[in-house]
């Protein structure tokens, strides 16, 4: 995928080839420009660096690559600049863990080596074929002059070791070429192969655009997932017709999985599902949006026959749910065979400048890992972090009961929360209600608008409640998580916004901060909601009534730093709320690639 992400800073911007992925920068200038620029003491800190989330000792990351479990060991491939902390030079780099939270560094998998890769390996996939032996396919740029894409596999040279330390290319790289119309300046990231029982053939996904790749009128073309078929995983052809597509831009980084329609956290397996079966799964279909920097899916039904994914929700396309409504993007799930579950990892960017990047020496983490299932209401996803992190929770501190009345906050004290796990639930009595904050209708799907004009600091009916986390002592700095309660304007059950709010998150006047926000589908009728964030020195990752809406928010602040950062439980509404419980954890540090 075009790895730099959803970066703001104009100047670095100039830097990329217009619709292209491949950039080639020059470091020894970038270098330069950056030891001439006013770095933010605050941002090399080396308290600024996360302690538990996902990053190499140094340099530049992006998208999670090919996770995969095998022979007890997990494996997380990445994009990786060996050479800085700014995108470009990108191989596949290479960690594994036992646990998917301490991780240990090896050499890089895949680098440039081919014709077909010469100019670039890009992201890609793991499937697992019948007799266990993983195969990795991944988009190879063989043209420099027009950013020509191909797809290509990659396999363990020694199957028998279970860290999968060397990679061969076989010699009949590439296996898919863009042809019959395909746009080969936007047609990569392959997904997870699935083998149908019925036929016993291969399919994946390649996220491409459909037709010429312009749009009718001043729409965005229409993204699109092409389907290829193989019986013995080498030779492809494409399905007449895409999957799927929508007037959206380019799909970069598709994927497409089944879930099971319990309600429960077992994931689903996608070559175990039959036509028999299939009546027990939905699926979903994710894509990254090149043109928004977001991820989104959809949930629906597969026709097998012909070869068709048609989403529940006829608007489903437009309406956009997604993974996280933060800084998110280019993620990739894949099924543990180990616990019987589906796991979501995802790439978040910084937000400081590409001068800071370099200065620190690192830029860019993965998200924590997620389990994903099927909400009981069959309309959208559950996330929620891996049980494993909780093994890394120490010294806690909690509240019970504890009223916080309109305008009142609360200091949770007796830990340090610079690096932090927060469980908390909140209930107020159901008649407040009647005094939340009418929804203005110009703003009612547009979540993110919502919270930019109704922030933290503006006071409200029904919020905002919610926490202040990486505060300062004075809370001159303090990173807002709260939730916010609607009245419709022509009636109907009350709307619940959730949104970070960094406006006042450091002191630092070159981050970009804006607000993230999402609806939360949720009865709250009850006056109950929950909220659980991680907090890690420069992410606050939160999810919402138990997974249903998720935003992770990069911060950089200058106070706030290690010891000196706080955490509050804070109302600006005009209605008590009360904790009914509240626990906070400090968090350790795992083993992290050797930093």
């Not at 009360?578 to 083993?591: C, D, H, I």
């Amino acid at each position: 995928m075009r790895a730099l992400g959803r970066v703001v800073w104009a100047w670095l911007l100039l830097l990329q080839l217009a619709g292209a992925s491949h950039v080639v920068h020059d470091y020894e200038s970038l270098e330069a420009e950056a030891a001439a620029a006013a770095v933010p003491p605050s941002i090399v800190d080396p308290l600024m660096r996360t302690g538990y989330h996902f990053q190499p000792r140094k340099n530049w990351i992006n998208d999670p690559n090919a996770p995969l479990y095998y022979k007890g060991w997990y494996h997380l491939f990445y994009q990786y600049n060996p050479k800085g902390a700014v995108w470009g030079n990108i191989v596949w780099a290479h960690s594994v863990s036992r646990d998917l939270i301490n991780w240990a560094a090896l050499k890089p998998a895949i680098e440039p080596s081919i014709p077909s890769d010469k100019y670039g390996c890009w992201s890609g996939s793991a499937t697992t074929l019948p007799d266990g032996t993983p195969v990795i396919m991944y988009t190879g740029v063989s043209r420099s002059d027009v950013n020509y894409q191909v797809q290509n596999v990659a396999y363990p040279r020694n199957t028998s070791d279970p860290l999968l330390r060397e990679w061969v290319k076989p010699s009949h790289n590439p296996i898919i070429v863009p042809r019959g119309g395909i746009n080969a300046t936007q047609f990569r990231d392959p997904t997870t192969a699935w083998r149908a029982p019925e036929d016993g053939r291969w399919r994946l996904l390649i996220g491409s655009v459909a037709g010429t790749g312009r749009g009718r009128g001043g729409a965005p073309p229409r993204g699109a997932a092409y389907v290829y078929r193989s019986r013995d995983f080498r030779r492809w052809t494409r399905a007449r017709r895409p999957l799927h597509s929508a007037a959206t831009g380019m799909w970069e980084c598709p994927d497409f999985y089944p879930v099971g329609t319990s309600g429960r956290r077992a994931g689903v397996e996608a070559s175990s599902v039959s036509a028999a079966s299939g009546k027990k799964v939905k699926y979903v279909l994710k894509n990254s949006l090149d043109l928004r920097r977001y991820d989104y899916y959809t949930v629906g039904a597969y026709d097998r026959a012909a070869e068709r994914y048609v989403p529940d929700d006829p608007a489903g396309d437009e309406r956009h749910l997604r993974y996280d409504y933060g800084n998110f993007y280019a993620s990739k799930t894949f099924y543990d065979p180990a616990k019987r579950r589906r796991i979501l990892w995802g790439w978040a960017n910084e937000s400081d400048t590409a001068a800071d990047d370099v200065a620190k020496g690192w830029a860019g983490i993965q998200a924590i890992p997620r389990t994903v299932w099927l909400d009981p209401s069959g309309k959208q996803l559950l996330q929620w972090p891996i049980e494993e992190v909780e093994a890394l929770r120490g010294k806690s501190v909690a509240l019970k009961d504890t009223v916080i009345k309109p305008g009142q906050h609360v200091e949770v004290a007796g830990i340090q929360t610079a690096q932090a796990d927060v469980e908390v639930s909140f209930a107020f009595e159901a008649t407040s209600l009647a005094s939340a904050e009418a929804l203005d209708p110009a703003m009612a799907g547009d979540a993110q608008r919502l919270c930019g004009a109704r922030g933290a600091d503006v006071g409200g009916g029904v919020g905002p409640f919610g926490l202040w986390v990486l505060a300062s002592a004075d809370r001159q700095e303090r990173t807002a998580v709260f939730f916010r309660v609607f009245r419709p304007a022509h009636g109907g059950k009350p709307v619940v916004l959730m949104c970070t709010d960094p406006i006042k998150s450091s002191l630092n006047p070159n981050l970009y901060q804006p607000t993230f926000a999402g609806f939360v589908d949720t009865d709250i009728s009850n006056g109950k909601i929950s909220l659980r964030s991680l907090i890690d020195r420069s992410v606050v990752e939160s999810f919402g009534a138990g997974g249903k809406t998720c935003i992770l928010s990069r911060v950089y602040p200058s106070l706030a730093i290690g010891k000196n950062a706080r955490l509050y439980v804070f109302n600006g509404g005009k209605a008590e709320v009360r904790v009914s419980r509240l626990t906070a954890w400090e968090m350790k540090k795992p083993l992290m690639n050797g930093a």
